[in-house]
């Protein structure tokens, strides 16, 4: 275990390594995982939004890149691999159909990818409090990422109970009084 650090300053840095390549990793199964949506999506109403997304997690997966370089962490390729067998591998779950796409599956992936926003969300607010204390990392694109992955999220809210409401009925709006999307 490392020793503390000095108010403010980085400690465990080792565990900082883990910390951005998880992340990198999920970057990677987000692309990955878009990439597909997007192949099932086209000609769909969603078909533009999630060109949108898979540009922004793109650009989201090569600003993780570059904080690792920024802070000397290397990059463990065989956690991006790992994530990328991984969301292949998930592809072949059972979903009521054996030989066909179920509807079952947009919603599962819309919930998915609106979940990993959060979380992708959360760990750039956590990078962007280590920012405050480390200038090799870029406040300003922390900030931007963070206020990206709010708008991401707002819209696959959305898509996700109109894939809900398509799916099992009911209607969509209606989750807009909800607490928490």
């Known amino acids: ?6 108010s403010g300053a980085i ?14 990793a999920a970057a990677t199964g987000g692309v990955e995982l878009v990439s597909r949506m997007l192949s099932q ?4 109403r969603y078909e533009s939004k999630l060109e949108q997304l898979l540009d922004e997690l793109r650009e989201e997966r090569s600003a993780h890149l570059a904080m690792a370089a920024a802070l000397g962490i290397p990059v463990r390729s065989y956690k991006q691999l790992g994530t990328w ?30 979940t ?14 280590l920012a ?13 990422l963070v206020a990206q992955a709010d ?11 109109e894939v809900a409401a398509r799916v099992f009925g009911g209607r969509a709006e209606a989750a807009d009084d909800a607490a928490d999307t």
């Open 1 to 6: 275990m490392s020793e503390p650090a000095a």
């Open 11 to 24: 400690r465990n840095a080792e565990l900082l390594g883990v910390y951005v390549n998880d992340h990198l």
């Open 41 to 44: 999506q086209s000609s769909s």
């Open 85 to 114: 067998v991984a969301e292949k591998l998930s592809r072949a779950k059972l979903n009521g159909r054996l030989f066909s796409r179920s509807p079952l599956s947009d919603l599962v992936e819309f919930e998915f990818i609106a």
């Open 116 to 129: 990993a926003v959060l979380a992708k969300r959360a760990g750039f607010e956590t990078l962007l409090e």
């Open 132 to 144: 405050a204390v480390d200038p090799r990392l870029d406040r300003e694109l922390l900030e931007r």
């Open 151 to 161: 708008a991401q999220h707002q819209w696959l809210a959305d898509a996700r109970r």
